[in-house]
């Protein structure tokens, strides 16, 4: 089974600058997506980014951008010019891309603080 | 705009006092997911529907169950809800498309008094 490790369970960073929130996985599949999921406080989660397994190229999203180490299984999240919006509760996930297989794979998450 | 509402946004119910849970989507996606989730924890997967097929999680309690009586509509009955089972619960959609993401309503937050 598939397994999603955040060994940072709290980060915190100043307002404008960069963070990266770490994110590892353990699977035997070649064929797989990863997420990045943000939930603000008493507010619904929503999609941060998205990388495909077969892209070498790392995905990014305006302030968002990922490192996708396939080899190494990591999938480290970067936000540059942190804002205070970044507040929120980090989950990075994982889902196979067999067939008929729709379950994601949470990890168990880091809070991300930004000071003002 | 297209989204997925549930309804409502907290619940209270006493020990033992069954209670229900909507959830309803405009996305016209064939997937729907039930989450538990505790405070400061990730969210657990309770079941999904693929269109009417019925997923269980192996660890689910009997005392979730679910029904889906369309594709717009799930609903999440909690037959003997008991302390434990104080959360909040996420329902949340996705589309047929392989990488497609899940998108999740705000949730209701279930408080078993």
């Known amino acids: 089974a598939q397994t999603v490790t955040q060994s940072q369970p709290e980060m915190s960073v100043q307002e404008a600058e960069t963070v990266t929130l770490s994110c590892t996985y353990d699977t035997s599949e070649s064929d797989y997506y990863l997420f990045w999921y943000k939930q603000p406080p008493s507010r619904q989660m929503i999609l941060v980014i998205r990388?495909?397994?077969?892209?070498?190229q790392n995905a990014t999203e305006n302030r968002f951008s990922v490192n996708f180490q396939k080899a190494a299984k990591s999938f480290s999240l970067k936000i540059s010019d942190s804002q205070l919006g970044d507040a929120a509760m980090y989950f990075c996930?994982?889902?196979?891309?067999?067939?008929?297989?729709?379950?994601?794979?949470f990890g168990k998450g880091t809070k991300l603080t930004v000071n003002p | 705009d297209a989204m997925v509402i549930q309804n409502p946004r907290y619940q209270v119910t006493q020990f033992g006092k069954p209670v229900t849970l909507s959830c309803s989507q405009t996305l016209n996606h064939n997937v729907m997911y039930w989450y538990q989730q505790k405070s400061s924890q990730a969210p657990k997967l309770l079941f999904h529907y693929y269109d009417k097929d019925f997923n269980n999680e192996a660890d689910t309690p009997d005392n979730f169950q679910s029904r889906r009586p369309n594709t717009s509509f799930c609903f999440l009955d909690i037959r003997s809800p008991g302390l434990g089972d104080a959360a909040m619960y996420l329902c949340a959609t996705k589309g047929p498309r392989w990488g497609n993401e899940q998108f999740f309503g705000p949730g209701t937050r279930l408080t078993v008094l």
């Open positions: 990388q495909e397994a077969y892209k070498q």
């Open positions: 996930a994982y889902r196979s891309a067999q067939g008929g297989s729709e379950k994601l794979v």
